[in-house]
């Protein structure tokens, strides 16, 4: 399982167009094949800083999805929203710690 995180900064009168904009495509993106998980993240202080954070089946499926015409339509938008480039890690889970 790989899982993506992508971090990424709004200009702050963008954040609500963003929000929609992940609403209308949440559904899709999560039924996209080899997506496992998806949940989008918002940083506790600073409100226009998002995380999307998802687990995909392979490398390969992301890279469908990032190769996809679903993925260009929403890529295209959101990044015109962006006050800053975003940032992208690839990981994969070695550890987990119970209690």
Not at 3 to 28: C, L, Y
Not at 61 to 71: G, K, P, T, V
Request: include cysteine.
């Amino acid at each position: 399982m790989l899982i993506r995180i992508v971090r990424m900064t709004f200009h702050q009168e963008s954040v609500d167009d963003f929000i929609a904009n992940f609403d209308t495509n949440k559904d899709a993106i999560r039924n996209f094949p080899g997506c496992r998980h998806l949940e989008l993240w918002q940083d506790e202080h600073k409100k226009n800083i998002f995380t999307t954070y998802s687990h995909w089946e392979s490398e390969a499926h992301l890279n469908q999805y990032r190769d996809s015409e679903l993925f260009k339509s929403i890529w295209s938008y959101t990044k015109t929203l962006f006050s800053e480039k975003a940032e992208a890690w690839s990981s994969k889970k070695i550890r987990e710690v119970g209690n």
